[in-house]
């Protein structure tokens, strides 16, 4: 099978006629955005980007999807928080992701109405974009672990490489959508809300939207820093022979989940809305690929030939001891399942940045992605 009918037949798109509108994605020339761009240039469909290119590493992605692409890509360098902008490029799509943010926790205590003006503005100013038109495109939004809060009230207990939850049916299952949320931080608040007023327009006004609460998601693309893409920002650190900072004692339990099986999900879910719209779905590796910040560190050790340089720091604000993704919902709707293990996944993307060259390159400012 060819590499673009297999990833058709990934996509569950089967033999239909292509749309010849293109695909809006806000944040596309992110890590993320650039591998869902990536996989659905290849299979045939056009591509809008919406981005205003603010995060570093963000202008390698774009030259590599036009170097691949060509014409089929479409750019817009501009920023969610321009309204006018925004209906323009919504006006012409088949569907959208949203995936334009203010992504670290850390800069929306910096600036706490920066972070609300582009993750709940933003997020407003494209479902009313979509409410304005007579046939909206369909709507897939990422949201985040974060609107759970810091799961406090869950009784943990550490071994000596993670904590996990001494209830077993949590610990085998992890965290549901059931779950109460429960926003810490600027930027937990501003992407919970965004959240729910997704919800809410799907339920309101009938708009054609369900979201994803992301955990860890890492591979190829993925140029992290300590605020934010945690896996990539430890293996470009420990390639360089650098030390890694980790905040509290790196017990903490998340559930890695590779790109590509998330673009996979992406896909399966807008293949089915309307039907799935005013859903949330967590979204993550599940228990299967849960590993802890120390393990995560053997992992790269093992990778490297020498086990990286560490320095503690203390605990952040609404930072959780463990969360994994309880992923049986949408399983259940769309018959997802991840197919990369964490471990393996690790692997590509180190074998990735090696290739590129990324982990020899001057490490790059830190700025916010607002686009």
């Known amino acids: 099978m060819s590499p673009r009918a297999d990833a058709t037949a990934r996509s569950g798109s089967g033999s239909r006629p292509l749309d010849p509108r293109p695909v809006l994605i806000t944040g596309g020339a ?9 996989r659905l240039l290849e299979e045939g469909r056009r591509v809008l980007l919406f981005d205003n290119l603010s995060r570093p590493g963000v202008e390698r992605n774009l030259r590599w999807l036009r170097a691949r692409h060509g014409e089929r890509l ?20 088949s569907q959208v992701f949203h995936l334009a943010a203010q992504v670290a926790v850390t800069s929306s205590l910096v600036d706490p109405r920066e972070d609300f003006e582009i993750n709940l503005g933003g997020t407003l100013n494209v479902l009313e974009a979509m409410r304005g038109l007579d046939a909206p495109p369909s709507l897939l939004f990422t949201s985040t672990n974060k609107v759970y809060g810091a799961l406090e009230d869950l009784e943990m207990e550490a071994t000596d490489t993670h904590y996990r939850p001494r209830d077993e049916t949590l610990r085998s299952r992890g965290i549901a959508e059931d779950r109460p949320l ?22 309101s006004f009938g708009l054609p939207a369900a979201l994803f609460r992301m955990s860890c998601i890492y591979g190829p693309h993925q140029c992290g820093n300590e605020d934010q893409g945690w896996v990539a920002h430890f293996l470009i650190r420990a390639l360089r022979g650098e030390t890694i900072t980790i ?12 790109v590509d099986d998330l673009v996979d999900a992406f896909l399966q879910c807008q293949a089915q809305l309307p039907a799935l719209a005013g859903r949330a779905f967590n979204m993550g590796g599940g228990p299967g690929n849960a590993l802890s910040v120390r393990q995560v560190l053997d992992v790269i050790g093992a990778l490297t030939g020498c086990m990286p340089r560490v320095e503690y720091g203390p605990w952040r604000v609404g930072d959780q001891r463990y969360y994994v ?46 686009a």
């Open 30 to 38: 992110g890590f993320i955005g650039t591998n869902l761009a990536a």
């Open 74 to 93: 479409q750019v817009e360098v501009a920023d969610v928080r321009d309204a006018q902008r925004v209906r323009a490029a919504v006006a012409q799509a």
């Open 182 to 203: 429960d926003f810490h931080s600027p930027y937990g608040c501003s992407k919970g809300g965004a959240d729910q007023y997704v919800l809410d327009h799907a339920r």
């Open 247 to 258: 905040y509290g004692d790196g017990r903490q339990a998340r559930d890695l989940l590779f």
């Open 325 to 370: 993704s309880d992923t049986r919902a949408f399983a259940a709707a769309t018959g997802w399942r991840a197919r990369v293990h964490a471990r393996d996944g690790i692997e590509r993307l180190h074998a990735w940045l090696v290739d590129e060259g990324i982990a020899a390159a001057p490490r790059l400012a830190r700025r916010t992605h607002a």
